[in-house]
């Protein structure tokens, strides 16, 4: 068996020792006799699965009592919708528009109200975050809309957009567990879990109480209804039971290696590494502004589209794979999420100076 280096924006790298545990409970959970996989969903043992997950992730997170957390299905997309059918109660929202896919929930939410883009770095394709101090909040806006980390782009808020009172949703679908957060600046906090903390299918959204209500648009179904899945535990109907069961051993795992601060200084060493190699090559370069990197993709070029198409060949040959850019950017992208040891990217940095070397 050989495992690769795997740096796959999404789904992405597990943390080996994960999959180990999994695979020796596949046949026989905990003495059920079962797989989890198998399991009713009302079942004890599943009970036992979901409270602890989220007790886990709530400490990590330190999320105050005042905050529901549910375990949803549809990805981080769904939210797309899920969001304005939910918390548009005036039909106004304003979106921050860095990338791609705070783009396409902007655009998703134009069909529900009057969806703002009140800031945008689409002028110099999405490398920089912009200012977002003094933003023109719209006096009636039912929250204001964030991507925290832009997957595609590689650039992250590192300081949150004054909203001025106003709700703060955040898609952290890239970023999830990757460092302390202050979830009370929040108003809700929501991600897909393929990119940093289990396997596609499950979204986690962490929504303060107030926001949860029956007052939604019109026509909204059941299912796309915060307040169903709170009011039932995320156990309104099947839930994803095999991916949060997964989430709950990463958790574990994030706990057992001292939580989100030391996770932090662990993915804050592993990008220097990254960016500091790409700040001193001749060949390869970083695509974005310093101060907006993100710590958990690394966007990166050499000017020449066949010699990026060449590395990433190589690159896989040598057992580091997936390092190909998204398809609108181009160029190279190494995700570092949380489960990248730092030998992967020590390794990689090593292989990128023989690169240059031989094609210098
Ligand atoms: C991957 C990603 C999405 C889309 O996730 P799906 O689960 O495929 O819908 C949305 N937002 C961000 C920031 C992502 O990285």
Redesign the pocket.
Known sequence: MARVFNFS??PAVLPEEVLREAAAEMLDYRGTGMSVMEMSHRSRPFQEIIETAESDLRELMGIPDNYKVLFLQ?????QFAMIPMNLMKNRVADYIITGQ?AK?AWQEAQKYGKANAVASSADKTFTYIPDCSDLPISENADYVYI?E????YGTKFHELPNTKGKPLVA????CFLSEPVDVSRYGMIY??V??NIGP?GV?IVIIRDDLITEDVLPGTPTMLQYKIHADNGSLYNTPPAYGIYICGKVFQWLKARGGLEAMKQYNEQKAKILYDFLDESKLFHGTVVKKDRSLMNVPFVTGDKELDAGFVREAEAAGFVNLKGHRTVGGMRASIYNAMPIEGVEKLVAFMAEFEKNNG
């Open positions: 924006a999404g549809g990805g981080a997309s769904q896919w396409k991507c980390n832009n997957t595609i898609d952290v679908s890239s991600g897909g393929q990119k596609a979204v």
